[in-house]
């Protein structure tokens, strides 16, 4: 089974800096999904950012990038320029087909992060 | 729109009186899921379906049950609900590589 570890429960950063949440995985697969979803009070969730495990550049999404490390299993979000709006929960999350149209979505526990004004 | 709804949205109930929570998706996706999600656990797969009048367990699956008799819907069942089960259920459809979450459902259960 796959597992996904987020080491880092709270995190704070001041706007306008740059933040760097973390998450490792554990799977025998080799093709496979990453995601980092955004949940902010409002407890919609709402995708940030996606990373296909065969595709070696990293993503990146306007302020949002990642830095996939497939041999280490290690996949960090980096969000430059913090705005206030980024103030929300962050789950790290992975991906893969179990054949048939079937496929396991496994979340980690979350981080919080603050943007403090 | 593309969208996953839920209904209701919050819910209050009491032990034992049966619930269901609607979920439908209009995106002709084949594959729908549930979600609770508890403070501290992150999220986790309750049930699980492929397809019409095909599902399965997810990781959760003790107290609830599912059917998908039509594509579009995949209602969740708790026959008889208990405090144990107040939490925040999400609803989704997709594939392995893009998955469209459902606004939440809000339960508590007294």
């Known amino acids: 089974a796959q597992t996904v570890t987020q080491s880092q429960p709270e995190m704070s950063v001041q706007e306008a800096e740059t933040v760097t949440l973390s998450c490792t995985y554990d799977t025998s697969e080799s093709n496979y999904y990453l995601f980092w979803y955004k949940q902010p009070p409002s407890r919609q969730m709402i995708l940030v950012i996606r990373q296909e495990a065969y595709k070696q550049q990293n993503a990146t999404e306007n302020r949002f990038s990642v830095n996939f490390q497939k041999a280490a299993k290690s996949f960090s979000l980096k969000i430059s320029d913090s705005q206030l709006g980024d103030t929300a929960m962050y789950f790290c999350a992975f991906a893969s087909s179990t054949g048939a149209g079937s496929y396991q979505l496994t979340f980690g526990k979350g981080t919080k992060l603050s943007v403090i004004p | ?110």
Not at chain 2, 25 to 51: A, C, F, K, T, V
């Open chain 2, 1 to 110: 729109e593309a969208q996953v709804t839920q209904n209701p949205r919050y819910l209050i109930t009491v032990t034992g009186k049966k619930l269901t929570v609607t979920c439908s998706q209009n995106m002709n996706h084949e594959y729908m899921s549930w979600y609770r999600q508890d403070p501290g656990l992150g999220l986790r797969q309750i049930y699980y379906s492929m397809n019409v009048e095909v599902t399965d367990k997810g990781d959760v699956p003790e107290g609830y049950k599912v059917s998908r008799k039509e594509k579009r819907n995949f209602p969740l069942i708790l026959e008889s609900p208990s405090p144990n089960q107040t939490s925040l259920y999400f609803c989704a459809s997709g594939g392995v590589n893009e998955q469209f979450f459902g606004p939440g459902t809000r339960l508590t259960v007294l």
